[in-house]
T-cell receptor, first 115, second 110 residues
């Protein structure tokens, strides 16, 4: 079974530029998550999707971050415009459903450096 | 959302040594998960503990959940270089949302 795929793996941009990340979850997984992991910290949930609907985006900085999962499969996360403090690893995870005890499977992440 | 405190933040040991890392909270955990994250990869689930006092073993790794369900520990016996990584604890809240601690960065030197 293929794991969670993410691209690109690395991205370097200048502040105020835009950037987009892509995630393809494990086949059949209805729930998709985006996390931000700043160096030296644990991952922080940005947004959770159930199929193509948003379940929780309470920690998403909506003035600059947006995410979509239009067909309920793959997802994109966009930052526009980027700030220096957005430098982090952006992790995508998926699970079969948003039920208690369901395992989340993480992708390798996209490492973003904002200069 | 309760904060999860992990200690130590960094740990560097020699191959063959034993070690313990900790995860604590001021509030009761409903359940607790331990993950390992290797460089350049996402976190991988090691174990979930649910019941107070529960002990789970995974080869050389022993996970313990405190009786009051406010703390947990991970003990590694005879550490190997392959154990190197970031060890994260996480609490699951409603809707399967995970809140992670800051992690313990473990380095096992050959």
């Amino acid at each position: 079974e293929a794991g969670v795929a993410q691209s690109p793996r690395y991205k370097i941009i200048e502040k105020r530029q835009s950037v987009a990340f892509w995630c393809n979850p494990i086949s059949g997984h209805a729930t998709l998550y985006w996390y931000q992991q700043i160096l030296g910290q644990g991952p922080k949930l940005l947004i959770q999707f159930q199929n193509n609907g948003v379940v929780d985006d309470s920690q998403l900085p909506k003035d600059r971050f947006s995410a979509e999962r239009l067909k309920g499969v793959d997802s994109t996360l966009k930052i526009q415009p980027a700030k220096l403090e957005d430098s982090a690893v952006y992790l995508c995870a998926s699970s079969r459903r948003p039920a208690w005890g369901e395992t989340q499977y993480f992708g390798p992440g996209t490492r973003l450096l904002v200069l | 959302t309760q904060l999860l405190e992990q200690s130590p933040q960094f740990l560097s040991i020699q191959e063959g040594e034993n070690l313990t890392v900790y995860c604590n909270s001021s509030s009761v955990f409903s359940s607790l998960q331990w993950y390992r994250q290797e460089p350049g990869e996402g976190p991988v689930l090691l174990v979930t503990v649910v019941t107070g006092g529960e002990v789970k073993k995974l080869k050389r790794l022993t996970f313990q959940f405190g009786d009051a369900r406010k703390d947990s520990s991970l003990h590694i016996t005879a550490a190997q270089p392959g154990d190197t990584g970031l060890y994260l604890c996480a609490q699951e809240t409603s809707g399967s949302r995970l809140t992670f601690g800051e992690g313990t960065q473990l380095t096992v030197n050959p």
